[in-house]
């Protein structure tokens, strides 16, 4: 690989904590590969062996689920340098659980199972990396269950930000998110995200950035939690 890969490899969740030169070294040792991609070709089927551990360099996918009616649902779309489902990469049933597709020209970095487990041996700060990654999916999974049961965009995201309001005990605070994750957490789509954040900002109950979110008005993030709105 060349420098500049290893370079983008430490923006990437599981190698974020080495330099590129410590990459470098790291990779002499363990096996991988990299692959090319046309836009619209499918890398993955649901059900496929889950055998190595994907990472996009460049370009971005999407992740489609198809329901008992036959009807496709985009999952998830994901964009260079994050890991394709690397979740699914041990476990009893290390099956992909959903349709890969490219959406652009894209090249993937494939490090065989074996060789990340050699990697993860080999420095704990992978280790660690990987393991914090699992950890923050299985969180984020877990909200995202909670927000399916709530009825409306407003009630998801009004919950969203009295909990976390109240677990900082403040007004304001850091997402840590874009837009689009939380989308996927709140399982709606971004664009109606989008939407309902300017409605909130424009009633004047919240103000925001993509680095922070302010709350103005807590008695009417309550109603429209409990349904009350006016």
């Known amino acids: 690989m060349n420098t500049s890969i290893y370079q983008l490899l430490t923006q990437n969740e599981i190698f974020r904590m080495l330099t ?11 096996h991988y590969g990299v692959r090319k991609h046309r836009p619209s070709e499918l890398i993955a089927v649901a059900g496929d062996l889950c055998q190595n551990l994907m990472i996009i360099l460049s370009g971005r996918v ?13 999952v998830e779309e994901i964009e260079a340098p994050r890991a ?15 349709n890969v597709t490219t959406l652009t020209e894209t090249a993937i970095l494939y490090i065989p199972r074996d060789s990340f487990i050699s990697l993860l041996q080999k420095d704990s700060r992978i280790l660690i ?3 914090n990654l699992m950890s923050n999916r299985s969180f984020f999974l877990a909200e995202k269950v909670k927000f399916h049961s709530l009825y409306t965009i407003r009630q998801k995201i009004a919950r ?3 909990e976390n309001t109240q677990m900082k005990n403040a007004v304001a605070f850091d997402p840590g998110i ?9 399982g709606v789509a971004r664009p109606s995200l989008a939407r309902t954040f300017g409605e909130l900002s424009n009633e004047g109950i919240i103000e925001y950035s993509p680095r922070w979110i302010k709350v103005l008005n ?10 009350n709105e006016d």
Do not use: W
Request: net charge negative; proline share 5%.
């Open 84 to 98: 394709i489902a690397p979740a699914f990469l041990f476990g009893k049933n290390n099956r992909f659980p959903v």
């Open 160 to 162: 969203y930000l009295l």
């Open 129 to 131: 990396s990987y393991l």
């Open 20 to 30: 590129a030169e410590e990459l470098h070294q790291t990779f002499l040792c363990v």
């Open 62 to 74: 999407r992740g489609d689920m198809i329901e008992p009616g036959g009807k496709m649902v985009t």
């Open 178 to 186: 874009n837009q689009t994750m939380m989308a996927e957490m709140f």
């Open 218 to 227: 807590f008695e009417a993030l309550n109603k429209i939690l409990t349904g």
